[in-house]
């Protein structure tokens, strides 16, 4: 699979201000345009196909639809988007933070920083929102979160309790993906990666009333040889999952897209039974693929965590790739 073209994804003047454009995490289409979501806000976005490039961006708060634990104005790491069933569902990485180094700092303060982790509410939630058609936008949802989150479910599991308390970016837990197929969710695992093999659960949330979610009974766990690598989204396709797999740490690359037969699936999914789609490209301390969403004409569309100053247009958009499959 090679890239064939790229597309312009046009943003608003308070969408560029707040650098969503050049933080996107998450993306899927439908046939209103493209729901796009960035890792530094607690907003989903929406563009509409002018006929050239996607543009027309609308705004939707997160905290209009359902009761956020932290409020509306903490970001909630939103990394994957799914589309189904007249829902549109959005989860957060799950993800405990740890402080960066800034740039000439001294160097007792980044120790500091470096032994200082923060736990961000709003990051703990798996949101599902109904579509009004007529309006093309979302309607008041159901949300889990607060102690019924999935960490907290996870909490005397025997593979991934010991990387609770690890920030995402060491090997923590950090979900990164997400797809509904039926009653099934699965959601993608950036991290932990164990000893090679990266992680899938699935879940089946179901209502609980009062703008709750809840799980119905027990999740499962896949375990994906992915050379190491840890998910970074996941897109159903044509019966099957694409998974869009990179370093689980602060790196620049590999990324590839693998295609998983999940309906066939097995507790331990080898490397022999994922077909290997494509290799990404990536930059150096830039172009990070992180979403991707196949497209009416059965293409595969990948945007990018920072990308490259080649990426941003004089419109102030940025450029999304397209691939064919």
Same mark, same amino acid.
């Given at each position: 699979?090679?890239?064939?073209?790229?597309?312009?994804?046009?943003?608003?003047?308070?969408?560029r /201000?707040?650098?969503?454009?050049?933080?996107?995490?998450?993306?899927? !289409? +439908?046939?209103?345009?493209?729901? @796009? &979501?960035? *890792? %530094?806000?607690?907003?989903?976005?929406?563009?509409?196909w002018?006929?050239?490039?996607?543009?027309?961006?609308?705004?939707?708060?997160?905290?209009?639809?359902?009761?956020?634990?932290?409020?509306?104005?903490?970001?909630?790491d939103?990394?994957?988007l799914?589309?189904?069933?007249?829902?549109l569902?959005?989860?957060?990485?799950?993800?405990?933070?740890?402080?960066?180094?800034?740039?000439?700092?001294?160097?007792?303060?980044?120790?500091?920083?470096?032994?200082?982790?923060?736990?961000?509410?709003?990051?703990?939630?798996?949101?599902?929102?109904?579509?009004?058609?007529? /309006?093309?936008?979302?309607?008041?949802?159901?949300?889990?979160?607060? !102690? +019924?989150?999935?960490?907290?479910? @996870? &909490?005397? *599991? %025997?593979?991934?309790?010991?990387?609770?308390?690890?920030?995402?970016?060491?090997?923590?837990?950090?979900?990164?993906?997400?797809?509904v197929?039926?009653?099934?969710?699965?959601?993608?695992?950036?991290?932990?990666?164990?000893?090679?093999?990266?992680?899938?659960?699935?879940?089946?949330?179901?209502?609980?009333?009062?703008?709750?979610?809840?799980?119905?009974?027990?999740?499962?766990?896949?375990?994906?040889?992915?050379?190491?690598?840890?998910?970074?989204?996941?897109?159903?396709?044509?019966?099957?999952?694409?998974?869009?797999?990179?370093?689980?740490?602060?790196?620049?690359?590999?990324?590839?897209?693998?295609?998983?037969?999940a309906?066939?699936?097995?507790?331990?999914?080898?490397?022999?039974?994922?077909?290997?789609?494509?290799?990404?490209?990536?930059?150096?301390?830039?172009?990070?693929?992180?979403?991707?969403?196949?497209?009416?004409?059965?293409?595969?569309?990948?945007?990018?965590?920072?990308?490259?100053?080649?990426?941003?247009?004089?419109?102030?958009?940025?450029?999304?790739?397209?691939?064919?499959?």
């Open positions: 699979m090679g890239s064939v073209e790229q597309v312009e994804l046009r943003f608003e003047e308070h969408a /201000a707040s650098r969503t454009h050049t933080n996107l995490s998450a993306l899927r !289409r +439908d046939d209103t345009g493209l729901w @796009l &979501a960035g *890792d %530094e806000t607690a907003t989903i976005e929406h563009l509409a002018t006929g050239s490039h996607y543009a027309d961006q609308r705004t939707f708060e997160l905290a209009d639809y359902v009761d956020l634990p932290a409020g509306r104005h903490d970001e909630a939103i990394e994957g799914a589309r189904a069933d007249g829902h569902w959005a989860v957060g990485s799950h993800s405990l933070k740890r402080r960066r180094v800034k740039p000439g700092q001294d160097q007792d303060r980044s120790a500091r920083r470096l032994a200082t982790v923060v736990r961000e509410e709003n990051r703990f939630i798996l949101v599902r929102l109904p579509l009004d058609p007529a /309006a093309n936008a979302p309607a008041r949802g159901a949300i889990l979160s607060g !102690r +019924d989150n999935l960490a907290a479910q @996870l &909490a005397r *599991d %025997e593979h991934l309790a010991p990387f609770l308390a690890l920030p995402g970016k060491d090997n923590g837990l950090d979900v990164e993906g997400i797809a197929v039926g009653e099934r969710v699965y959601l993608g695992l950036r991290g932990p990666v164990l000893r090679g093999w990266a992680v899938v659960l699935e879940i089946r949330p179901v209502d609980a009333g009062g703008g709750r979610l809840r799980l119905d009974g027990p999740y499962r766990k896949h375990f994906l040889d992915l050379g190491g690598l840890g998910v970074r989204d996941l897109c159903p396709h044509g019966g099957d999952l694409l998974v869009l797999a990179g370093p689980t740490m602060s790196l620049d690359g590999p990324a590839r897209v693998l295609r998983w037969p309906r066939r699936a097995r507790g331990v999914v080898p490397a022999s039974e994922l077909e290997r789609v494509a290799e990404l490209p990536y930059g150096e301390g830039c172009d990070h693929p992180e979403g991707m969403a196949v497209i009416e004409d059965g293409r595969l569309m990948v945007v990018y965590d920072s990308p490259s100053p080649a990426r941003i247009t004089p419109a102030g958009g940025v450029l999304a790739d397209v691939f064919t499959l």
